[in-house]
């Protein structure tokens, strides 16, 4: 019989191994097989990656919904892109100024105002 702290830690592991594949879809996309459109050779070793702007759907490359005010940031997960300075993202979808109040001014993440 295995030891209830050998249990707790093979279950804590297969949870963890859950949650990172979830977290991490970009690990069972590997750019491998023929080049598709939108995408170049990896820069290290074998396979493609998908231009700026891009993400990978299976064997394909396509355009992420990038709202306006807004520019692609290259990352695999999440929406992909981020607002310009001065907007605030609302609901993964897009980018609303932000209105800074009399006597603000805005910080230098560009995300937040300060008085």
């Given at each position: 019989?295995?030891?209830?702290?050998?249990?707790?830690?093979?279950k804590t592991?297969?949870?963890?191994g859950?949650i990172?594949?979830f977290?991490?879809?970009?690990l069972a996309?590997?750019?491998?097989g023929?080049m598709p459109?939108?995408?170049q050779?990896r820069s290290?070793g074998?396979g493609?990656v998908c231009?700026?702007?891009?993400?990978?759907?299976?064997?394909e490359?396509l355009?992420?919904?990038i709202?306006?005010?807004?520019?692609?940031?290259?990352?695999s997960?999440?929406t992909?892109?981020e607002?310009d300075?001065?907007?605030?993202?609302?609901?993964?979808?897009?980018?609303?100024f932000?209105?800074l109040?009399?006597?603000a001014f805005?910080r230098?993440?560009?995300?937040?105002?300060?008085c």
């Open positions: 019989m295995r030891h209830p702290l050998a249990r707790l830690i093979a592991a297969v949870i963890a859950v990172a594949s977290a991490f879809p970009v996309q590997d750019g491998t023929p459109e939108n995408a050779p290290y074998g493609w231009d700026l702007g891009y993400r990978v759907a299976g064997t490359c355009a992420l919904d709202p306006e005010h807004a520019y692609p940031i290259g990352r997960y999440g992909g892109w607002c300075r001065g907007y605030e993202e609302v609901n993964g979808i897009s980018c609303n932000i209105s109040p009399t006597n805005l230098s993440s560009g995300y937040d105002w300060q």
